[in-house]
């Protein structure tokens, strides 16, 4: 089957050929299988947002390619648009870019922009709306008479509105409240469970991303530092450390227990696993 | 121990009319010294209270007093936001200057403080945020975490007693995220400061001495954090959530388990699981 995303030697330089030069990617080799939900983890400036602009055209690679749904991107740059569709990227605080007249406007202007028919945008409208979470009363709303949460879910369903096989999402739980998170990473599982569709999910919450993804690829100083299942990402604590990131603190407890000489299997990285562990420790028992 | 920010009954509504009550007659008192962190989902009226911490916003009723200074009366205002200094989430709109230390400076020298004080400030205030090796650089080389600290620093020279911030982190990553919150605690500890931190982040809230838990505008819960995480339920149903360490004991003790919900940190919560094991 034909990968999502496929990277090949990719290498991004900012400002090449003067006094400012940085690598923000070097030399990287990555792919993602179609209908693979994988988040992406990093400190700042490690490269993540530089990596993900590549996969809708945004950044062109210094050196290397990058195929997206088999065709690369750069083959004829007149056509790079194509992958904005494509590719769909909801940046960080997307509800700061919310522009339109009213709700209704503002989601149907990705799909508008894709030259669909009318009907077609209104079915896209409506879908989108219900995959977020978001009552269809608002659509004739102005963006700005909702409030913070149902901005962030509008911003969201107008890139969901144009249906793009790959999603890719920058920290879209930043400044929400623990319930309003949870909310958006399950409409995101739902998108990506019913349309088959390839998730990429750039957080710094690592309790977010251990209930959500099924891999987890770690970048540090441009370059991949670890890629796998969140299992086998969180089994290497002091890695993590080495690049400014942590494990979720219930794998940290289990650290701990291990360290006191209990008999846990340290590799847990969500309540529901460790309650799962503790139980038949007890011999299920409890 | 003195009180350094006491309101009474305070309402507040940004609608005339009040149709809406963002605060409804919230009597709260902080005593100086205090870290106290500021739980809420999002429209709890966290930040509508924090900004009549300086005078920001002004009662609609009810009232706020700084260091027993009332903020309805305009002629304290300066006095007012000297004492109780503010930090926003963003980094990137509080700095105003092309260098760190000049950024710094901007407040002291707005207080028309001579050359040698403001010096002796900036320096003062840089190294209590461990900035004192930057003070020369461009704060747009900075991190997130390393502009969060400068914007601090630039509140620190000031001189304040209290330090409001209104989620400092929630655009860092988790090196400046630990960044921030060591350099909140050494300034309470260390320096004696009063700190309101408003979060949405569990574990920042955890460090605090005390946590206050908003929900639609009324005080739900006020406590130490043990006391706080206990209430799993109430924080559940507020929008909130509870660290994982506590989340863990909850689910186990609904379960039948004989443990105690109190094992906050993660030592703590091990040592507690360790002997439910051990037993």
């Known amino acids: 089957m034909v990968k999502s995303i496929e990277v090949k030697n990719l290498t991004h330089v900012y400002s090449a050929g003067t006094p400012f030069e940085t690598t923000a990617l070097s030399d990287i080799s990555f792919s993602v299988e179609k209908g693979e939900f994988v988040g992406i983890i990093g400190h700042t400036g490690s490269g993540k947002s530089t990596l993900i602009q590549h996969f809708n055209g945004l950044k062109k690679p210094t050196s290397g390619t990058v195929m997206i749904e088999g065709e690369d991107v750069w083959a004829n740059p007149r056509d790079v648009k194509k992958f904005r569709f494509r590719a769909g990227m909801v940046f960080q605080y997307p509800e700061y870019q919310l522009f339109e007249e009213t709700v209704f406007l503002d989601i149907a202007f990705g799909p508008k922009n894709m030259g669909l028919k009318q009907s077609e945008i209104e079915e896209r409208v409506l879908e989108a709306v219900e995959f977020v979470g978001l009552s269809p009363d608002i659509l004739e709303k102005s963006p700005f008479d909702l409030s913070g949460g149902q901005k962030r879910r509008a911003a969201i369903a107008g890139v969901i509105a144009m249906r793009p096989g790959i999603l890719i999402l920058d920290e879209p739980t930043a400044g929400l409240d623990p319930r309003g998170r949870d909310d958006i990473l399950l409409h995101i599982s739902e998108y990506h469970k019913k349309m088959n569709a390839t998730v990429l999910l750039v957080t710094h919450s690592m309790e977010d991303i251990a209930k959500t993804v099924n891999r987890i690829t770690v970048l540090s100083r441009g370059k991949i530092l670890t890629d796998g299942t969140p299992k086998e990402v969180f089994s290497e604590p002091e890695l993590l450390k080495s690049a400014g990131l942590s494990v979720p603190q219930v794998t940290r407890v289990f650290l ?8 846990v299997d340290t590799t847990v990285y969500t309540v529901e696993q460790a309650v799962k562990q503790l139980s038949a420790l007890r011999g299920g028992k409890v | ?35 106290v962190a500021v739980l809420g989902h999002n429209g709890s009226g966290k930040s509508t209270l924090a900004k009549h911490m300086n005078a920001i916003l ?3 009723g009810g009232a706020c007093y700084i260091a027993g200074m009332d903020t309805r009366d305009k002629s304290l205002i300066y ?4 004492t109780a200094g503010m930090v926003f989430q963003n980094p990137d709109n ?15 020298e707005n ?3 001579p050359q040698k004080e403001i010096r002796r400030r900036v320096d003062e205030a840089l190294l209590s945020v461990g900035m004192q090796d930057y003070k020369q650089s461009a704060p747009y080389h900075l991190s997130g975490g390393q502009k969060q600290r400068v914007a601090i620093a630039g509140v ?3 001189r304040p007693r209290c330090i409001i911030l209104d989620e400092p982190t929630a655009m860092l990553d988790p090196i400046g995220r630990d960044e921030i919150l060591s350099t909140i605690k050494s300034l309470n500890k260390n320096h004696g400061i009063t700190i309101i931190l408003i979060t949405h982040n569990m574990n920042e809230a955890a460090e605090a001495d005390r946590i206050l838990v908003l929900s639609k505008g009324s005080l739900l819960i006020d406590g130490t954090p043990k006391e706080v995480f206990e209430n799993v339920e109430t924080m559940k149903s507020a929008g909130l959530s509870v660290p994982q360490t506590v989340e863990l004991l909850y689910e186990l003790k609904k379960l039948g388990c004989p443990v105690s919900l109190d094992g906050l940190r993660v030592n703590e919560c091990a040592d507690i699981l360790y002997r439910f094991l051990e037993a």
């Open chain 1, 256 to 263: 701990r227990l291990r360290e006191l000489g209990a008999p």
């Open chain 2, 58 to 60: 002004l009662p609609s």
């Open chain 2, 1 to 35: 121990m003195r009180e350094i920010i006491k309101t009474e009954q305070l309402r507040f509504s940004y609608q005339s009319p009040e149709t809406v009550l963002a605060l409804k007659d919230l009597s709260i008192t902080i005593p100086e010294g205090q870290f």
């Open chain 2, 156 to 158: 620190i020279a000031m």
């Open chain 2, 94 to 108: 509080q700095i105003v200057a092309t260098v760190v230390e000049e950024d710094v400076a901007f407040a002291p």
């Open chain 2, 79 to 82: 006095d007012i936001r000297r």
């Open chain 2, 111 to 113: 207080m028309g403080l």
